[in-house]
Nanobody, 127 residues
Framework: QAQLVESGGGLVQTGGSLRLSCAAS????????MAWFRQAQGKEREFVGG????????YYSDSVKGRFAISRDNAKNIVYLQMNSLKPEDTAVYYC????????????????????WGQGTQVTVSS
């Protein structure tokens, strides 16, 4: 399993932007599928987006498609979540997740597909 540490959360106004970072341990980070999930108060954890180990393939939930973008820097073992045009409904704790079973074929948008999790970072969007 990998150890993950998120950063970059905070308070932003509607329409603003934030960039979250997730630093990962592990010598085989380049082979992990990485993802971001979020959990709003009183709700289940939901998939936000994921990025394949090939650094090209990405997959987003409909609620964030066109506003959020995931990227990764395999040299630094970091994955990013750029969030633009933020809305109050984006308010949640955001979690970085890794599937450390290297070279998996596809991004699976469910929590059970990921074996490593960060501690979460709070994002609050004010109206």
């Amino acid at each position: 399993q990998a150890q993950l540490v998120e950063s970059g959360g905070g308070l932003v106004q509607t329409g603003g932007s934030l960039r979250l970072s997730c630093a990962a341990s592990g010598r085989t980070f380049s082979g992990y599928i990485m993802a971001w999930f979020r959990q709003a108060q009183g709700k289940e954890r939901e998939f936000v987006g994921g990025i394949h180990w090939n650094r090209i393939s990405t997959y987003y939930s409909d609620s964030v498609k066109g506003r959020f973008a995931i990227s990764r820097d395999n040299a630094k073992n970091i994955v990013y979540l750029q969030m633009n045009s933020l809305k109050p409904e984006d308010t949640a704790v955001y979690y970085c997740a890794a599937d450390s079973r290297t070279w998996r074929a596809a991004i699976t948008p469910t929590p059970s597909a990921f074996d490593s999790w960060g501690q979460g970072t709070q994002v609050t969007v004010s109206s």
